[in-house]
Structure formats: structure tokens, C-alpha cells
């Protein structure tokens, strides 16, 4: 499944704004102790997570940006110059200076389904994603879950899709729509059977039996008229998955579109945080 550069910058500032600060606060304080900690990020895409994390980070950091998509990991390059105050290239990927802090970014490609622990005998300080999770299937986070218990690592993950989104003001063709949208969520996206909004629940569990205790936070995409461009490319988005499972008329799907795309309209989108800790 491939993601746009421009989809993900679009929803970087909501995703920064929606995650949730506790758990980060968790975060920040378990890597406190550490000179240079190592941060895998897990489907990196154009870099949102490092942009979103490590501002509330010590010092010194090193990432490790993993995404299967090349495309998406020249513009995390690109995105992280242009974001920082100073940067040079490295054989690796980049150094880069922000507010204060000194970070050295890798960028590494590699397919998260054929290898769910990409960090191999390196083992990192921090195990972290955005927006990933609901991609995968019941049996892949099986997978994952015992790479990570076997290497005892923390997980940190963030902005994980979790419940159905709650459109307003309400439409008539809302039920079916979302009843649509629901099925084609459901859809296998490279993970196997997708696991959808029931994996960040199933990975909570399955890291609970593996001794780690869990914390899971809600981080809800709270969209009002400000956010138009992301509802637009976001009702887009609902309108082409629904056309896709042929569940709903050419013309009930537009009228809704029609609605959906009139300023005013808001938008809740059910996601949440998770932070595992091993025993
Ligand atoms: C919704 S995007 C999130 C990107 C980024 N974490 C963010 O918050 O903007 C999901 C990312 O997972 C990557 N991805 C999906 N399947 C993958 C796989 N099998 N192996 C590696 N990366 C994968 C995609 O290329 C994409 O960058």
C-alpha cells in the first residue's frame, strides 16, 4: 500500500497536535538516562514521527527512519533539512541541529512484513511508529510482539486508527458510508488479513501476556473548519474506499461527497496511543 508525500504533510500538523502528551511525557522520561538513544521508527514515511517526538527528547538522539517506499524516505531527507536549523548529509542519511538537539538520522529500506524486527542484532533504546499499526494483520502482530518481548524493547506508537470516524453535521447516507468504509478498512494492506481498528487493542493484549505492562491513550483527530484541506482529501479518500466495495450508488456516494466537502463540516477520527513497557 503506498502513501503520498503530500497526504502526509497535509495531516503532520493534526497528528502532532492530536497524539497524546502523557504517554510522550512517559516517553521522554524513560530516555532521559540515556547519552545517544537509539529510536527505530517503524514506517517512517517523510519523517512526521521524528518531527513530532523528538523536540521533547534529550540532547543527542539517533534514528532509524524503516520504510519500505525509497520515494518516502528521500523526502523524510528533504523534509528533516528543511526542517531543521543546520543540517549536512551523512553516508547514512543526515546529521541535523533543531532547536538544540543533535540528531543523526538513518534512513534503512526494508519490508516490515517479510521482517517485523529491522533493528536485527542492534538492538535499539526505542521501538516506535505513527499511524502504522492499522495496516496489520492479527498474525503479524503476533509476529512483532514476540521480536519485541524476545529482545525485551520498549514500544511507542502513535496515531493508530482505532474506531470509525463521526461526521457532522449528520447525512442521511453517514450509516451506509461508514458501513462501507468499514469493509474496505477491513482489506488486506501487504500485513495479511488486516487486523484494521482491532490491532492496537490485539497488540496491547498480546504484549500483556508477554509480561510488558501497557498503557494505551486516546488521540483523536479533532477536525474543524481550519483543517478543510484535510477533510476535502479525507472524504476523498472514505468516497474512493466506499466506490472500491461497490456497496453504495454513484449518486448517493456524491451527494454525501458534495456535503462532506461544504465548509463547516467537522470531523472526529477515532485513533489511539500506545506505550509498552517489558517487565
Ligand atoms: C500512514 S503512513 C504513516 C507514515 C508516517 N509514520 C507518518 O506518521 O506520517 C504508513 C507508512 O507505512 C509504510 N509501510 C506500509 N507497509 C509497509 C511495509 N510492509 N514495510 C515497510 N513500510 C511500510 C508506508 O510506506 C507509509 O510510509
Not at 503520498?4 to 530516555?31: F, G, Q, Y
Request: net charge negative.
Amino acid at each position: 500500500m503506498s502513501f503520498s508525500a503530500e497526504w502526509l504533510r497535509l495531516r503532520e500538523p493534526i497528528d502532532h497536535r492530536s497524539r497524546d502528551n502523557a504517554l510522550l511525557a512517559k516517553v521522554t522520561a524513560h530516555l532521559a538516562g540515556k547519552d545517544e538513544p537509539v529510536i527505530y521508527d517503524l514506517g517512517a514515511g517523510a519523517g512526521s514521527n521524528l518531527r513530532g517526538t523528538a523536540l521533547s527528547l534529550g540532547q543527542r538522539q539517533r534514528w532509524v527512519l524503516v520504510d519500505y517506499d525509497p520515494e518516502l524516505l528521500s523526502a523524510a531527507l528533504e523534509f528533516l533539512a528543511a526542517w531543521a536549523d543546520k543540517s549536512r548529509p551523512t553516508a547514512a542519511g543526515l546529521e541535523i541541529e533543531k532547536s538544540g538537539k543533535l540528531i543523526r538520522v538513518e534512513v534503512k529500506r526494508a519490508d516490515l512484513n517479510a521482517n517485523p524486527a529491522p533493528w536485527g542484532g542492534q538492538k535499539p533504546d526505542l521501538v516506535t511508529s505513527a499511524a502504522l499499526f492499522d495496516l496489520v494483520s492479527e498474525q503479524w502482530v503476533a509476529r512483532f510482539c514476540a521480536a519485541l518481548a524476545r529482545d525485551k524493547l520498549p514500544l511507542y506508537t502513535t496515531l493508530v486508527h482505532d474506531e470509525t470516524a463521526l461526521w457532522s453535521p449528520a447525512h442521511e447516507a453517514d450509516a451506509k458510508m461508514t458501513e462501507a468504509f468499514e469493509r474496505d478498512f477491513g482489506k488486506e494492506k501487504g500485513f495479511g488479513p488486516s487486523a484494521g481498528n482491532k490491532a492496537i487493542g490485539l497488540m496491547a493484549n498480546k504484549l500483556q501476556a508477554l509480561g510488558y505492562s501497557t498503557e494505551l491513550a486516546e488521540s483523536p483527530w479533532r477536525l474543524g473548519a481550519e483543517d478543510h484541506d484535510l477533510i476535502v482529501q479525507l472524504a476523498d479518500g472514505w468516497a474512493n474506499a466506499v466506490r472500491d466495495t461497490k456497496a453504495v450508488s454513484e449518486e448517493v456516494i456524491g451527494k454525501w461527497l458534495a456535503a462532506r466537502k461544504t465548509r463547516g463540516t467537522t470531523c472526529i477520527v477515532g485513533h489511539k496511543d500506545l506505550l509498552a513497557m517489558p517487565a
